[in-house]
């Protein structure tokens, strides 16, 4: 009994040795890796700073967006547009000196960018998208060079986002219609002989007849949301309306607050311009 009481102080005396034995200097510890930094946009304003990433599924948006703010060109403009539940805007170059009845909104470079539609990219609140012209002067929904808007929004039911989604869809179809009837001009002809020789009845049962070639194009490309986007624009809120419509090319990470309070400020009901000049400035940032 006690050689065996000896053996385990013996045990625990050289286990305290070992540990204080000084580390080997030819055994190389390998350092931790560094966490890699991304890169975030920062916009600064005097109610705060707003974070955001850019998506990668929108390069021409991205990479115009970092080439204008490596540029500057954001430095002292307005948020010249807001609108309370809906979103606040800026980017207009013409908004750095504007005085305080200057109409804005209408300033950018010489250029507009794609459209990059993406199922994936929608309109939650934070959103990050790029403004543009009405349909009827920019049918291809091009977005402008600098102008883009924050989206503030507010909170939907599902009724209501079927809604949308029914007529986005009815709105896919008639496209896809129109795009099949404009790219033959042999059914352009037929319809109009019919309208003229046949009538309403005739014209119908020639469009029945395209009917199954015209629902294989629209094959897979139903506008749906998933369940995750449903429970966002649900809980979060945002503008649901305006997907499929604008480029959403990133997403706010941090400063909702910051963008809450820019949402509130008055504005002239008129214009939507606020009383009071919002300034920004916008920098790439690692984080």
Same mark, same amino acid.
């Given at each position: ?25 030819? *055994?190389?510890?390998?350092? +931790?890796? !560094?966490?890699?930094?991304? @890169?975030?946009?920062?916009? &600064?304003? $005097? #109610? ?101 808007? *924050?989206?503030?929004?507010? +909170?939907? !039911?599902?009724?209501?986002? @079927?809604?949308?989604?029914? &007529?986005? $869809? #009815? ?117």
């Amino acid at each position: 009994m006690k050689k065996s009481i000896l053996l385990s102080i013996l045990l625990v005396f050289a286990m305290k040795l070992i540990a204080q034995k000084p580390a080997n200097p030819n *055994i190389k510890v390998k350092p +931790k890796p !560094s966490k890699k930094l991304e @890169e975030y946009v920062k916009i &600064s304003t $005097n #109610y705060g700073d707003m974070f955001f990433v850019l998506f990668d599924n929108t390069p021409k948006h991205r990479d115009n967006f970092k080439k204008l703010i490596k540029m500057h060109y954001y430095d002292s403009l307005l948020f010249h547009r807001i609108i309370r539940d809906f979103m606040i805007q800026g980017g207009d170059p013409n908004s750095k000196f504007a005085d305080s009845l200057a109409i804005l909104g209408n300033g950018g470079p010489d250029y507009t960018i794609p459209a990059e539609f993406r199922n994936e990219n929608v309109h939650i609140k934070g959103a990050l998208c790029a403004a543009r012209t009405a349909d009827e002067f920019n049918p291809k929904k091009e977005s402008s060079g600098s102008q883009f808007y *924050i989206v503030q929004g507010r +909170k939907f !039911s599902m009724s209501e986002i @079927e809604n949308l989604m029914n &007529s986005r $869809n #009815y709105k896919r179809k008639q496209k896809i219609f129109n795009d099949f009837i404009s790219s033959d001009s042999s059914i352009a002809n037929k319809l109009a002989d019919l309208q003229k020789t046949k009538g309403k009845d005739a014209i119908l049962k020639y469009l029945s007849e395209l009917q199954p070639t015209i629902d294989k194009s629209y094959e897979n490309k139903e506008f749906l949301y998933t369940a995750d986007q449903v429970l966002l624009y649900k809980e979060k809120g945002g503008t649901p309306h305006l997907d499929d419509e604008y480029t959403v090319f990133g997403r706010l990470v941090s400063g909702m607050d910051v963008l809450d309070k820019i949402a509130t400020v008055y504005a002239n009901p008129q214009t939507n311009r606020p009383i009071i000049d919002i300034r920004m400035n916008i920098s790439l940032v690692k984080r």
